[in-house]
């Protein structure tokens, strides 16, 4: 066994998976990223690494310094855990309407916590805006903006993509996930083209969000709504501009969640929403792309962040959204 020098080492190089249950259904290999086994227990320790690692090397944060995000909350336990593991200090902004577990958590970690009503972009309210004013008036504060700043899909391009290759020998067709800031999609797919320009790159949108169509159609439009955490985005961001998209498919939440169901009763897999979207992309891939292919997707959260919503009868209830079988006796 060998040891890993430094905790901060501990991010990325996560397991890739075959995903039983997914590829019998899609008639192909489908294999998935465990990033719930990052420290933070989600995808988004990476791009906080090298957000954090940006501002160093730009001579952005100095000693004692503070890192402030507007975040769905894991990009900010990514920050929270990296600050730490760095000596500075963090501010997190994050909408009211993110998990309970995601708040209790980055209290947890140290991080100042300030959540906010839930506002469209557009408003000055949006939690994206009042981090960066927040950044702006505090003295020492770095704003990490994942959302424009490329370090973020840099991480993707140099680990995550290098990783799903390395993994899988070279031979892979295709990989999808879904978009929050993009980093992932856009990142892992410039990796991958640059290693084998065939790869299928495949955007895999949740209802609500506007990229489906923008891929489709050329035209940022959205419709229905997605109880999926951290996803679904309404505009091109800095790390969507130049992703190489060659198709794009457009799961509902009903059609994820019976996903996290199937990973975890059949597979053992406690997974978030997000997860279980991209595999259902996956397997669209895979049957587009045909018997034989391998296709690779993101699984980017523990479910354990979401014992208070989406493994909640009462909450599933609430949302109009089918209750897993094991939980219907639950008041
Ligand atoms: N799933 C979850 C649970 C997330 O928190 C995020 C990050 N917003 C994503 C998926 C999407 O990742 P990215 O920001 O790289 O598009």
Known sequence: MFIIPNTLDLIGNTPLVRLETASEEAGCDIYGKCEFANPGASVKDRAALYIIRDAEERGLLKTGGRIVEGTAGNT???????????????TIVMPETQSREKMDTLRALGAELIT???????????????????AEETEGAVWANQFDNVANRRAHIETTAEEIWQ?????????TCAAGTGGTIAGVGMGLKAKDAKVTIAL??????ALYEYYAHGELKSEGSSVAEG??????????????????YRISDEEGLQWVERLLQEEG???????????AGAIALGKELGK????????????????????????LREKGLPVFPWLQNEE
């Open 167 to 175: 993994q899988m020998d070279g031979r892979i067709d295709g990989f």
């Open 204 to 209: 895999t949108d949740p209802h609500g969000a």
């Open 76 to 90: 900010g336990i990514g920050i929270a855990l990296v600050a730490n593991a760095k000596g500075y200090k963090s």
């Open 231 to 248: 996803i679904g985005q309404g505009r091109i961001t800095g790390n969507l501009e130049d992703a190489p998209i060659d198709r794009q």
């Open 292 to 315: 034989g292919s391998r296709i690779a997707t993101i699984l980017c959260d523990t479910g354990f962040r979401y014992l208070s919503s989406l493994y909640n009868a009462e909450w």
């Open 116 to 134: 906010v009503p839930a506002a469209p972009y557009s408003s000055p309210c949006h939690f994206v805006h009042q981090s960066r004013r927040i």
């Open 269 to 279: 897999l406690c997974l978030g929403l997000s997860s279980g979207i991209n595999v």
